[in-house]
């Protein structure tokens, strides 16, 4: 049975990436900040192991990463991010957890496996000095320490990416977003169970293409 580990799955399109990985029958590891009130999470039908993470704390994460030592995960999606908040919380949030957690797991994953890191089009400089807004910066530096990070990880034998999602009808994106969460998640999933080696170090949108950095 494959595996995967989704972090920041309690909700919109992390909730939804746990149900479609579920239905496809994978041994689903989901993290939430609050694991005794899972709320949907705790709803959703297949193999699904909850797990409390909070990303800015390295003694949950090194907790998470005992309870996974015998795991060999195929599949990490790192999802969890905030909107609003701070520069400092947004940058610890978005840009600096995805890698830090990522440098952490990635001992818990086969040979081959694939990662995957929301980012947003709104971190796309596009050859922009200027501020992207607190948000967009931080976007902005997650893709940048990615890529900083990518040829170590693929000489550890994994192939990533950072990916948009898409604008999702979520409580972040909003109501006139442009897509539902099972259209994000369909094509997130698609693009997943194909990636390999020749995705390595690209960004790129739920349906696969490639977005300019």
């Not at 799955?9 to 989901?30: D, M």
């Not at 195929?74 to 440098?103: F, K, Q, S, W």
């Not at 040979?111 to 922009?128: F, I």
Request: proline content about 3%; hydrophobic content about 35%; overall charge negative.
């Amino acid at each position: 049975m494959p595996s995967i580990l989704i972090v920041g799955a309690s909700r919109g399109i992390g909730l939804g990436l746990v149900s479609q990985f579920a239905s496809e029958g994978y041994r689903v590891h989901a993290t939430t900040r609050t694991p005794g009130a899972p709320g949907k999470l705790g709803s959703i039908k297949g193999d699904i192991q909850i797990h409390g993470l909070e990303v800015r704390d390295d003694t949950q994460l090194d907790e998470l990463a005992v309870n996974l030592e015998n795991e060999n995960l195929d599949i990490l999606i790192h999802n969890a991010g905030i909107y609003e908040a701070t520069r400092d919380v947004l940058m610890e949030v978005n840009a600096e957890a995805p890698i830090r957690t990522c440098e952490r797991l990635i001992e818990q994953m086969n040979s081959g496996g694939r990662v995957v890191l929301m980012t947003s089009q709104l971190g796309a400089r596009r050859g922009k000095d200027e501020s992207l807004g607190n948000y967009g910066d931080s976007k902005a530096a997650l893709n940048d320490r990615f890529r900083e990070k990518a040829k170590d990880w693929s000489e550890q034998g994994i192939s990533a990416v950072v990916m948009h999602p898409g604008w999702v009808r979520t409580d972040m994106g909003g109501e006139n977003a442009d897509i539902s969460v099972v259209e994000s998640t369909r094509g997130i999933f698609s693009f997943v169970e194909s990636m390999n080696s020749s995705d390595h170090g690209r960004f790129v949108t739920w349906e696969g293409s490639d977005h300019p950095w």
